[in-house]
């Protein structure tokens, strides 16, 4: 089970991403205020965090950048970010926080799930480069 945090101040914000979901195989952690990410986040290691670009006392796009500072420092786990956008032109200020995923507000359940899936995703298996390495050094040894 993937766990996911929502911070937004605004319950409809949370109800929303609870509602859309409630049928996935996730548990969602909810805080309402955006010093309270940080913390949630050592606590409770979620896979993916959902930022609301306007929550109280610290907006998305600053909880997105701590986080990524904190992670960098070793002082939380790195986790995927995803940032409800307020408006089409805040797509710029979710790519400087090196949002993982950004979506405007009213977000249709359907985007939501299918997002929250393609974040919470296995990475593609790197290819394995080690035979070639070894042909190489093989190549370079009879020349």
Do not use: C, Y
């Not at 929502?6 to 548990?27: F, I, N």
């Not at 952690?29 to 109280?56: K, N, Y």
């Not at 993982?100 to 997002?115: H, I, M, N, Q």
């Amino acid at each position: 089970m993937a766990t996911v945090l929502v911070a937004a101040d605004g319950q409809w914000v949370r109800d929303q991403v609870r509602t859309a979901l409630a049928a996935s195989d996730t548990s969602v952690i909810e805080v309402t205020r955006g010093q309270d990410v940080r913390v949630a986040v050592s606590e409770f290691a979620p896979e993916l965090v959902i930022l609301d670009m306007q929550i109280a006392n610290m907006g998305g796009v600053a909880a997105a950048i701590d986080l990524h500072l904190e992670a960098e420092a070793g002082r939380v786990p790195e986790t995927r970010i995803l940032l409800l956008l307020d408006r089409e032109h805040d797509r710029f200020l979710a790519k400087r926080a090196a949002a993982d995923a950004e979506l405007v507000k009213p977000v249709d359940p359907g985007t939501l799930r299918r997002t929250v899936r393609r974040l919470l995703a296995p990475a593609p298996a790197a290819p394995d480069t080690e035979p070639l390495a070894a042909a190489d050094a093989e190549a370079d040894a009879t020349v």
